[in-house]
T-cell receptor, first 113, second 114 residues
């Protein structure tokens, strides 16, 4: 079973702090690693994605760090804001046949004012 | 441009009842997906479709059936609902361009089976 393990399950960060969410995978055939953001009552929305040949990708306050040798990747939210409070899912996809996404179990982030 | 829409938003079923969830997308996307989301388990793929008239099983297909008679619609059916099917169901779609991760999700259907 292809798996992506995500931690922590929940996270509380003060406004202005750095939120860090970690994911690990086992299957080296995965070739895309996206992060999705989900607000209560809404569907997930693509936030940022990275390929394994890149060690870091930044978009605004959101950064993905990728460690290919350790088979780990993480999402960093700099200067966290209350509006960032949401559930974050990491995922992985594989470029063999039909490309499906395998999701992590999610991290509920609360940014306190 | 409504994106991905799902009908209904909420539903309560009794064990053994049947129902159909409707997903519609107006982006002319080839690929469509049905996921279920359960606490602590993330999103799990139920069934998917790579084009009109084609469907395939995902990770957790048992107890569900799907149909894609029109490109813009993807239906998820529960023939005999069970309490284990209590979940939030999300539909998603993706075009042929862009990355495999660029799925667009609907707002979800919250289903309770008593």
């Amino acid at each position: 079973q292809q798996q992506v393990k995500q931690s922590p399950q929940s996270l509380i960060v003060q406004k202005g702090g750095i939120s860090i969410i970690n994911c690990a995978y086992e299957n080296t055939a995965f070739d895309y690693f996206p992060w999705y953001q989900q607000f209560p009552g809404k569907g997930p929305a693509l936030l940022i994605a990275i390929r394994p040949d890149v060690s870091e990708k930044k978009e605004g306050r959101f950064t993905i760090s990728f460690n290919k040798s350790a088979k780990q990747f993480s999402l960093h939210i700099m200067d966290s804001q209350p509006g960032d409070s949401a559930t974050y899912f990491c995922a992985a996809s594989m470029n063999t046949g039909f490309q499906k996404l395998v999701f992590g179990t999610g991290t509920r982030l609360l940014v306190s004012p | 441009n409504a994106g991905v829409t799902q009908t209904p938003k909420f539903r309560v079923l009794k064990t053994g009842q049947s129902m159909t969830l409707l997903c519609a997308q107006d982006m002319n996307h080839e690929y469509m997906y049905w996921y279920r989301q359960d606490p602590g388990m993330g999103l799990r793929l139920i069934h998917y479709s790579v084009g009109e008239g084609t469907t395939a099983k995902g990770e957790v297909p048992d107890g569900y059936n799907v149909s894609r008679l029109k490109k813009q619609n993807f239906l998820l059916g529960l023939e005999s609902a069970a309490p284990s099917q209590t979940s939030v169901y999300f539909c998603a779609s993706r075009g042929t361009s862009g990355g495999p991760y660029e799925q667009y999700f609907g707002p979800g259907t919250r289903l309770t089976v008593t």
